[in-house]
């Protein structure tokens, strides 16, 4: 009987290479044909993932464009979803004034009117003051105070805190119709110190305190723009006045 054989393995791996041969096919060149043949499927996933996107991202309709876009503007990166807004009949019951009222200063010139029938914080300011500016010196003193008062005092009454009680005093000279804002009590007095000819007083309109609540319950009430734009008679007053007017101002904001 021949004696067994004896192969150490360790010896065979270091000594001897392993070689595995795989047969190699040889790679055809990429021709013009080739890539003509590419282009079509290319084609085809552009396609498809266009027609995904659209199918999560549908195209808003043109309505709420029009309202988006006035009150978006150009400003990018400010979405519809973040802009709140009420409708008219929150705007009037937060300005503590009757529909025909409202109507009346609109057709007077006294205020512009929205045109797609929704309005923001500053609108709600606005008739607020003008409200409480035609109690005190009666429409056609405040018809002709207003325009050039505006700005000033809602960008006054905007700054004013929610939480805290605020003080802010519309003062009018009723025999020039010039108007000054005060926020203390020693402004006043300065005000109302100084000589004046002829001698007459000063009308002092309070505003801080209304125009602060009605903020507050702006935001109590206030939707997103696309929740009141879903509104038919929203849609239908967009669609007919295309955004000019009063709002398409604040295109440029």
């Given at each position: 009987m021949s004696a067994p054989l004896?192969?150490?393995?360790?010896?065979?791996?270091?000594?001897?290479?392993?070689?595995?041969?795989?047969?190699?096919?040889?790679?055809?060149?990429?021709?013009?044909a080739s890539l003509d043949a590419l282009q079509p499927v290319e084609e085809g996933a552009i396609r498809r993932?266009?027609?995904?996107?659209?199918?999560?991202?549908p195209e808003p309709s043109p309505a709420l464009c029009a309202i988006v876009g006035i009150f978006v503007g150009t400003s990018m990166g400010?979405?519809?979803?973040?802009?709140?807004?009420?409708?008219?009949?929150?705007?009037?019951?937060?300005?503590?004034?009757?529909?025909?009222?409202?109507?009346?200063?609109?057709r007077k010139g006294v205020i512009e009117d929205s045109d797609v029938g929704v309005y923001r914080e500053d609108d709600v300011a606005e008739v607020v003051t003008v409200t409480l500016l035609v109690d005190g010196v009666g429409?056609?003193?405040?018809?002709?105070?207003?325009?050039?008062?505006?700005?000033?005092v809602i960008g006054?009454?905007?700054?004013?805190?929610?939480?805290?009680?605020?003080?802010?005093?519309?003062?009018?000279?009723?025999?020039?119709?010039?108007?000054?804002?005060?926020?203390?009590?020693?402004?006043?007095?300065?005000?109302?110190?100084e000589p004046l000819d002829p001698p007459r007083a000063r009308i002092v309109v309070p505003v801080a305190a209304r125009i602060q609540a009605a903020r507050r319950a702006f935001?109590?009430?206030?939707?997103?723009?696309?929740?009141?734009?879903k509104d038919r008679r929203r849609r239908a007053r967009a669609g007919k006045k295309g955004g000019a007017g009063k709002n398409a101002s604040r295109q440029a904001d």
């Open positions: 004896v192969v150490d393995l360790d010896l065979l791996v270091e000594d001897v290479p392993l070689e595995i041969s795989l047969p190699l096919g040889i790679t055809p060149p990429l021709t013009a993932h266009e027609a995904r996107a659209a199918c999560r991202n400010t979405s519809a979803d973040s802009i709140r807004v009420v409708g008219e009949a929150d705007l009037l019951d937060l300005a503590r004034v009757a529909r025909t009222t409202w109507q009346n200063w609109v429409l056609r003193r405040a018809r002709a105070i207003w325009p050039a008062s505006r700005e000033h006054a009454g905007l700054a004013l805190d929610l939480e805290e009680p605020g003080d802010l005093l519309l003062v009018v000279d009723p025999y020039s119709w010039e108007t000054e804002l005060c926020s203390t009590a020693n402004e006043l007095w300065r005000m109302i110190g935001w109590t009430r206030a939707q997103p723009v696309p929740e009141l734009a």
